[in-house]
């Protein structure tokens, strides 16, 4: 069955003022209503009608039988067992409390380092464009029944958020991306934790040469960190750390200097906060494991993933390698040289989607290859617009999926809404092999 939701005005307007809420407070970590009624009460952000389907669309995949009330807020369970309810309350991503008690997510989402409600913990770590929410990346583990030592695979791992929410679930990671920045942005956010008394230990040297050499050549300060330490976590730590300073000369014309001891700091607090969490929540985190690779030739065997989650490159429309530039550049990466393998960045024209296209056949035939038997693929992705014209990307990735073996199973319209967006609407594709 496909499940298909539409949008009006009104939800349109919910949604701008819920957005305006969530950038100037904390609106959302507000404490639980102590008049709340039923089992169970949606998070105060949810305000998306996507959001909505999901939220139900995880009860059904825990098992639950539910009627909504209260203006689609509250819901009761109709088969009610206290197995249920824990695991409604551990692992769901839209409910704030069961039977009036805290869920973990809830507990999660207030270690939170910004004034972003969608950037806790290390997710707000690096710029990047294009970000999974990672509330709704929490919905779809759950949906599509992935369990504790379960192992989720992504192609296009970007900026790791798939990869902090299914080590917070206690599901493996595998992850790949043909771009250097990303690999080391999910490693960060996910390995730093395992070594943050060295990170903390070693943090006034790195002030120190960054003071003495103020705005210094990369050169400098990375041959400094490789010679500080042999451990790859700590080095990664440090190398995003300049890398989010950067960004903020480069995008935002901020004091490179003063940017930088702010967000050691921050960075620092929001992995503290990681191993805060773990520890009130009793977690036992997913092993992640990020790497440097093309997902049009993956290196894994055939029907060796449990599921997988993804976001193709919406590179028709962005160029990621220029949107970037900066950072690759200070890592010493030709980004002359890059553009010939990023799928959809290479050629121009009618040519260039032609290649983008051919290029995903290939991933999306690897995702089907390597996806176990009966088991699930998400695709999030939307329709862009290149020269003029609109990209039927969705149509094209459903008609594709399906002539290799895929099974349509679910499809939920994603509205997106903001300045800075390529496109307004995604489409959440959830494909059963």
Not at 376 to 393: D, P
Not at 398 to 407: A, Q, T, V
């Amino acid at each position: 069955m496909i499940l298909n939701i539409e949008t009006t005005n009104q939800v349109k307007n919910k949604e701008d003022i819920m957005l305006e809420r969530a950038e100037n407070n904390f609106w959302a970590y507000e404490a639980e209503n102590k008049n709340i009624s039923k089992d169970l009460s949606l998070l105060d952000n949810v305000q998306f009608i996507y959001e909505l389907s999901l939220a139900e669309l995880e009860l059904k995949a825990f098992g639950a039988n539910f009627e909504t009330t209260n203006g689609l807020r509250e819901f009761t369970l109709l088969n009610k067992s206290e197995k249920l309810k824990e695991a409604i309350r551990k692992k769901t991503a839209y409910f704030k409390t069961v039977d009036k008690e805290s869920t973990d997510y809830f507990d999660i989402i207030k270690k939170n380092q910004t004034r972003s409600v969608n950037q806790y913990l290390t997710h707000w770590i690096y710029p990047y464009k294009g970000k999974f929410h990672p509330q709704m990346i929490r919905a779809l583990l759950n949906i599509i029944g992935l369990k504790k030592g379960d192992t989720v695979f992504e192609p296009f791992s970007g900026s790791g958020t798939t990869a902090l929410e299914a080590q917070l679930l206690g599901i493996n990671f595998l992850g790949i991306d043909i771009s250097p920045l990303c690999a080391i942005q999910g490693r960060m956010k996910t390995e730093s934790i395992y070594v943050l008394d060295n990170i903390i230990k070693l943090k006034g040297k790195v002030i120190e040469n960054v003071i003495a050499s103020a705005e210094g050549t990369e050169q400098n300060y990375y041959k400094f960190i490789e010679s500080l330490s042999d451990d790859e976590k700590v080095k990664n730590f440090y190398k995003l750390t300049r890398l989010v300073s950067i960004s903020d000369k480069s995008r935002r014309n901020k004091n490179f200097e003063a940017s930088f001891m702010k967000n050691i700091n921050l960075m620092i607090a929001s992995v503290k906060d990681l191993v805060e969490i773990k520890k009130k929540l009793n977690l036992t985190l997913g092993d992640v494991q990020i790497e440097i690779g093309d997902a049009r030739n993956i290196n894994l065997s055939d029907n060796s993933v449990d599921g997988i989650i993804t976001s193709p490159p919406y590179s028709i429309a962005l160029d990621y390698v220029k949107n970037d530039e900066h950072s690759l550049e200070d890592l010493g990466f030709n980004v002359s040289d890059m553009k010939n393998e990023f799928i959809g960045v290479r050629s121009a024209g009618k040519s260039k989607v032609d290649f983008y296209n051919q290029d995903m056949k290939k991933a999306y035939s690897e995702m089907y290859r390597i996806l176990k038997p009966n088991k699930f693929a998400v695709i999030v992705i939307g329709n862009a617009t290149y020269q003029s014209k609109e990209i039927k990307t969705v149509e094209f990735t459903i008609d594709y999926m399906e002539s290799i073996g895929f099974k349509l199973y679910k499809n939920i319209n994603k509205i997106i809404f903001g300045l800075y967006n390529i496109m307004k609407k995604e489409n959440i594709l959830i494909f059963r092999k």
